[in-house]
């Protein structure tokens, strides 16, 4: 297909870009860190690390790593930690020290940490204490040698450290008891890296990064495998796109969504570190009142997340005097992970003054694919165009290349589409096919100006507040429960997160409740593939060979939504 959209890109914004610009990311950090040194880098619940203490702090735990721990090139790091300033530090420690990084969300439950941490290989994991108890569960299971916690303060100033730490364990209680012997404190890693020198390690484009979990396409979670070159190109690519409106050492991006995922992680923190911005680290989003207040007492230029969370910010009390405190500072709001709606996004432009940009990515592809122009006058309803570098068409179910203004999979091709899944072969293969072009799972459209409008996830994908949910392994532990004979999953709509689970389940036990249910799902499943709502049936519609079509049940949902309720919500 003809490269159309590039008659119709923003003024200055180049077909190609140069992949080649940095050697690897640990190269992309240690220049930012020499250009912007004396700038903030990250802040967070009020502390700042410049960039010349992100330099020495992440060479400390680097230095850790390689001479301390013992770690060789290559070897995988896990990281269980939500947005603190000890993220990227341990993120470039262990990328500077030539190891693989391995994001782990720290809400998993024992069964999805084990999962990950077994399948990844990693021999060394950081964990906020909050959650060492899950890690306590399945440690003895996994490769895992080396663990390193860390505590919310541990790198505030010595009496705010304190104070936090003293509150969140004491008071709040919001530490449970755990037990890892042999555990390291974070603190102590960072003095004993200090003692060492940091051995330069050389790395290419063709070196794994990160081994990124998602579903891919369908099924259970599988790393993607992200080289240095990757997530180097989908920087570039989206450098390229936001460089008339964005200036290098002048920025400060708001982060709400969670590093672990690939969209804040390329978006929000490789981006804006090239840019030598400032990142305001959000721990947690869902204490609206005082993530308002972060926004009411910084003067941020961008923030990026989710429809879901734009949407909670814009009904939450105070909200309406952040534009006042921002004073026109905000020039660019960036939302992806799921579907955009209409209604948010006008709302959020009369209250903010700036256009709510839609783009579209995903994990095999570092994310970025799509975005709209960043100087959009409104919201537009669609994806908008191909980034630079990157080829888009769309597809029909044996692979044929579609004309424009038909329906298909999407498929992508550009430097920041994965290598493959790590240990599948087959899978991988699935996915990539021999011409190297990434098969999304998803259904859109292009139009003659190249710009793409998002259908709807192929199969039977569910997307709860950005992140997907997969009826298999939702169905596989309902099964679970020895009360459950049959079970179907599928996504519902929901006002707050755009979509939820719901379940359809045939009993074994008379006895069985919907609330035993919700209960088997909440200690086996991260709280957002947990069903919302349980249904029971005499019996569940299948095909002749006996597969639960999933779509009926969607479609007898929505017949009876109007109708009395027979689900039990959560």
Known sequence: MEAVWLQHYPRGVPAEVDIFRFASLKDMLEQSCGRFRERPAFTNMGVTLSYGELDRLSRDFGAYLQQVAGLRKGERVAIMLPNLLQYPVVLFGALRAGMVVVNVNPLYTARELQHQLADSGAVAVVVLENFAHTLQEVVAATAVRHVITTRVGDLFPPVKACLVNFVIKRIKRMVPRWSLPGAVAFNTALKLGARHTLSDVPLTHADIAFLQYTGGTTGVAKGAMLTHGNLLANVEQTSAWIGGTLKEGEEVIITPLPLYHIFALTANLLLFVKWGANDVLITNPRDIPRFVRELRNTRFTAIVGVNTLFNMLLNAPGFDKVKQANAGALKVA????????????????????????????????????????????????????????????????????????????????????????????????????????????????????????????????????????????????????????????????????????????????????????????KANLTAYKVPKQVEFRDKLPKSAIGKILRRELKQEHAASASAAPRACDA
């Open 334 to 521: 960036v939302a992806g992970g799921m579907a955009v709606q209409r209604a948010v996004a006008e709302r959020w432009q009369q209250t903010m003054g700036v256009a709510l940009i839609e783009g579209y990515g995903l994990t095999e592809a570092s994310p970025i694919v799509c975005a709209n122009p960043l100087d959009a006058k409104a919201f537009s309803g669609k994806i908008g165009m191909p980034i630079p570098s990157t080829r888009v068409t769309m597809r029909d179910e044996a692979g044929r290349e579609l004309p424009l203004g038909e329906e298909g999979e999407l498929c992508v091709q550009g430097p920041q589409v994965m290598r493959g899944y790590w240990n599948m072969p087959e899978e991988t293969a699935r996915v990539l096919g021999t011409d190297g072009w990434l098969r999304t799972g998803d259904m859109g459209v292009m139009d003659a100006h190249g710009v793409i409008r998002f259908i709807d996830r192929c199969k039977d994908v569910i997307v709860v507040s950005g992140f997907k949910v997969y009826p298999n392994e939702v169905e596989e532990v309902v099964m679970m429960h020895p009360g459950v004979k049959e079970v179907g999953a599928v996504g519902v709509p929901d006002e707050k997160s755009g979509a939820a689970v719901k379940v359809f389940v045939v009993k074994k036990d008379a006895a069985l409740t919907a609330a035993a249910v919700i209960a088997h799902c």
